[in-house]
């Protein structure tokens, strides 16, 4: 008898380093700025028959009561660069970049990201990202920026209107305009596109890429940030990595997607999840909670606390009871970092659990922010991943380990084996482009 057919699962690296996941003190934790390590994860997850490599990016070094967080990684090198150094050294892996849509220009870097297309044989992706604060955009010239509500804030000369995602949605739906004036039997056209965000004309210099279109990637849990991925995103990139809060997310993206002529299967669903594996699901929850004391310090509980109190609290002792001062929710204490929800509401949560269960400060900092998403036995995870997957909680996963660069290998070695038994995950790749490994149609081109 043939075995049932299993629903595919989609499978993503994150290069790790951002937040409190990595572990640095680990003796294998590597540079993160050698290509060598860049080179041995993406190699990795080729090995695994993964989608595709992921990278992060930042355009400013966070600060943290005005000095440079030195607990999160400290720099990152320009994505498309590396990218296209690893083009050279992978055959088939999905190559996907952070590119900032609010300091970035439409021709410019749909030029970039055409290039790497054409230089991975159809295997780019753009994660579209966006910036809405001052501390940001006073690293770039014109200075101007948009606030979440959408008011026009300047420094400097210059001024901008609308919100950070309605200029992402001109962006993309821009870039998509250039990606099209070549026709597909190579023929230039002219463009010309006038907006709210962006006013030009002329000619595209780089031939219609192999995807036509690079796969576009989405970050954004707002109700905002919901609508933008159903009407311009492939894939979106999100934080839900609970059954119960993943299938609520994948019930209400997808169901945006009928107002903008799209399918279901136009949009995969993607949440950045983390893994411990070991021998016994015993031992893997041991290795997980040692994991967490050691990504959790005493001196990063104290940070931790301060980016939601923002406040100073360096004299509090970790080992001791959280503040009993409010947090002040107007704060500037942390530059370049979002801080999550409502402060006086996260406070509140906080101090609840810290009560109910006697912790500490660092014990409810451990507890609050503890990123292993899946535990247990290789089996034990195959079996959750699939559950999730089956389930329509997700469409696949963006892994992030906690090492850089070998925190990949024992998934690849032990857990994709058993996703591949069990009919859940590919044994090889079917097509050479992104767009087939993840099941999207090619854009199609314009006579």
């Known amino acids: 008898m043939t075995a049932p057919t299993r629903k595919q699962m989609h499978l993503a690296a994150h290069f790790p380093g951002v937040n409190n996941t990595t572990v640095w003190t680990d003796p294998r934790s590597k540079s993160q700025i050698d290509f060598s390590s860049f080179e041995h994860l993406a190699r990795t997850a080729e090995r695994g028959r993964f989608d595709f490599f992921f990278l992060a990016e930042g355009l400013r070094l966070r600060e943290h009561n005005g000095r440079i967080h030195d607990l999160d990684v400290v720099g990152r090198p320009e994505s498309l660069t590396v990218l296209s150094a690893l083009a050279a050294v992978t055959d088939r892996l999905g190559?996907?970049?952070t590119v900032n849509a609010t300091f970035n220009e439409p021709y410019e870097l749909a030029r970039r990201l055409a290039t790497l297309d054409h230089l991975s044989d159809g295997r780019a992706a753009w994660n579209v990202v966006t910036s809405s604060d001052a501390f940001t955009g006073e690293n770039f010239r014109r200075g101007g920026y948009?606030?979440?509500?959408g008011l026009p804030q300047v420094l400097g000369s210059a001024r901008t209107a609308g919100t950070p995602y309605t200029r992402a949605a001109e962006f993309?739906?821009?870039a998509r305009a250039l990606w099209d004036t070549w026709t597909p039997d190579g023929t230039p056209r002219p463009f010309r596109h006038q907006g709210q965000h962006f006013t030009i004309e002329g000619e595209f210099t780089v031939p219609r890429s192999p995807q036509g279109h690079p796969v576009v990637i989405q970050a954004g849990d707002s109700p905002e940030g919901r609508e933008f991925a159903a009407s311009a995103a492939d894939v979106v990139f999100t934080r839900h990595g609970t059954l119960e809060a993943g299938?609520?997310?994948?019930?209400d993206v997808k169901a945006r997607l009928a107002k903008y002529g799209r399918q279901p299967d136009d949009l995969k669903i993607m949440p950045g999840v983390t893994f411990v594996l070991g021998d016994s699901d015993a031992e893997a929850q041991e290795s997980a909670a040692e994991i967490r004391r050691r990504q959790i310090s005493p001196q990063n509980a104290i940070l931790a606390l301060e980016q939601v109190w923002g406040r100073d609290l360096s004299s509090y002792d970790p080992d001791g009871p959280l503040p009993e001062i409010d947090p002040d929710p107007d704060s500037g204490l942390v530059q370049g970092r979002v801080r999550i929800g409502d402060p006086l509401a996260v406070a509140a949560r906080w101090r609840a659990l810290s009560e109910a269960k006697g912790l500490s400060i660092r014990q409810t900092v451990i507890e609050t922010t503890g990123?292993?998403?899946?535990?247990?036995?290789?089996?034990t995870v195959a079996s959750e991943l699939i559950e999730f997957v089956s389930t329509d909680a997700a469409d696949g996963f963006i892994l992030v380990p906690h090492l850089t660069p070998g925190g990949l290998d024992d998934f690849v070695d032990r857990v994709v084996p058993l996703l591949q038994e069990r009919r859940a995950f590919r044994s090889e790749y079917t097509g050479s482009t992104l767009r087939s490994h993840l099941g999207l149609a090619d854009p199609v081109g314009k006579d």
Do not use: C, K
């Open 371 to 379: 990123r292993q998403s899946f535990i247990g036995s290789p089996e």
């Open 247 to 251: 299938r609520t997310f994948y019930t």
């Open 95 to 97: 190559l996907a970049a």
């Open 146 to 149: 948009l606030d979440r509500a």
């Open 172 to 174: 993309v739906a821009t």
